[in-house]
Every structure is written in structure tokens, then in C-alpha cells.
């Protein structure tokens, strides 16, 4: 069956791979590479770096002590190669804000103080949505879906479960764009694999 390649819900694109593509992240598989690989930090909304240094107190005890000495020098965002707001690195590789725990496995230390309970901030959007990339648009906002090697692991357990991109992530798209947005999400995948309702197309 023939897809649409891109969605539209108000003003928001939305590419069909995040309701058609597999993803469930297998930490144990990948290591949590994710907060290390890469050309840059994660993305930061416009006011996130003011919330990161409000917050800072409460998570700063899971990061680790070179992720603090980045916060210090470089402060709690920076703005890389591409003009971007990003978190900090550590000399260019993990972000900032990680934490390894069994030493070899990288987390967020944000979310780890989100988890528990020390903060009411889960982490950086950007990195909630993933794989889920969002840009801004001069009509919108655009949502694809970021395939990265790094992640094989993530689409064989994704395809193991039959969990599509979008529900992945439900959560951080509630948090981003509201409920009734992700109720039309659902819609529009149900409409792909059972086709509409009264029979149009």
C-alpha cells in the first residue's frame, strides 16, 4: 500500500516513517551512545538553557565531575558550528549533562534526578522526542524520524515489540504538542493500516 511520505496536522509536518517505522531504545544494546556520539550537543529550546541553570542544583550530583567543570567553563548551553543552541561537551564528546551508571553505560543525569524525584524537569526536549528530531519551519514545525546506526539495536527491539516511532515516545509529544495532537496521530496511524472509516481516501 502506497503512503503519504508527509503529514499535516495544523500547522505541523509530520513525516510517515514515525508511524510506520519500528523503535524501542535498548540501552543494554547501545550503551546509551546516543549522549556521546555525535557532531554536537543535544538541541535546546530557546528557554531551556534558563531552566537547566535553575534546575542545576538538583541534578548537578549525577552528572559527572568533568560534565560539571563543562557547565563551568563553557555555562549550560552553548551554540555550535550550525549557529544552534546545544548543551556543552566534555573536550567534544559525551554531553555535559550525562552520567554513566555500571560504568559503562551512559544516561542522562537530568533524568536520573527527574526519576528521582528531584526535579520536575525530565530532560532537554530534544532528547525526549528522540528519535523524533524537530524543526522549526517558517510555516510550522517539521517531525522526522532520525535514523542512526547507533540505534540498530532500538529498530530490531522496535520491530520485536511492533512499536511505531510515535507511541515510542508518546510521552514527550503529549508533553510537546498536547493531547489532542497525539490523538490525531493515532488516528492518522490507524487510517494508514486499516484505511479511513467511510471508505475515502
Not at 22 to 36: N, Q, T, W, Y
Not at 39 to 63: C, H, Q, T, V, W
Not at 83 to 97: D, Q
Not at 108 to 123: M, P, S
Request: charged share 25%.
Amino acid at each position: 500500500m502506497n503512503y503519504p511520505q508527509i503529514l499535516a496536522i495544523g500547522d505541523i509536518l509530520i513525516s510517515a516513517a514515525l508511524l510506520t517505522e519500528r523503535f524501542a531504545c535498548d540501552i543494554a544494546d547501545c550503551k546509551g551512545l546516543c549522549c556521546v556520539e555525535g557532531n554536537s550537543g543535544a538541541p535546546l529550546e530557546p528557554e531551556e538553557p534558563g531552566i537547566l541553570e535553575r534546575e542545576y542544583p538538583r541534578f548537578a550530583d549525577y552528572m559527572s565531575p568533568q560534565g560539571r567543570e563543562a557547565v563551568r567553563q563553557e555555562g549550560f548551553a552553548v551554540v555550535d558550528s550550525d549557529g544552534e543552541l546545544v548543551t556543552p561537551l566534555i573536550k567534544g564528546a559525551e554531553c555535559a549533562y550525562a552520567g554513566f551508571i555500571h560504568e559503562d553505560i551512559c544516561v542522562c543525569a537530568i533524568e536520573q534526578a527527574y526519576l528521582a524525584q528531584k526535579t520536575g524537569f525530565r530532560k532537554p526536549i530534544s532528547c525526549w522526542l528522540y528519535p523524533i528530531r524537530l524543526k522549526k519551519l517558517s510555516s510550522g514545525i517539521a517531525l522526522n524520524y532520525h535514523q542512526w546506526e547507533v540505534c540498530s539495536g532500538a529498530c530490531a527491539k522496535g520491530q520485536k515489540e511492533g512499536m511505531p516511532v510515535y507511541r515510542f515516545v508518546k510521552q514527550a509529544l503529549v508533553h510537546r504538542f498536547g493531547k489532542e495532537f497525539y490523538d490525531q496521530l493515532e488516528e492518522a496511524a490507524g487510517m494508514m493500516i486499516n484505511g479511513p472509516s467511510d471508505g475515502s481516501l
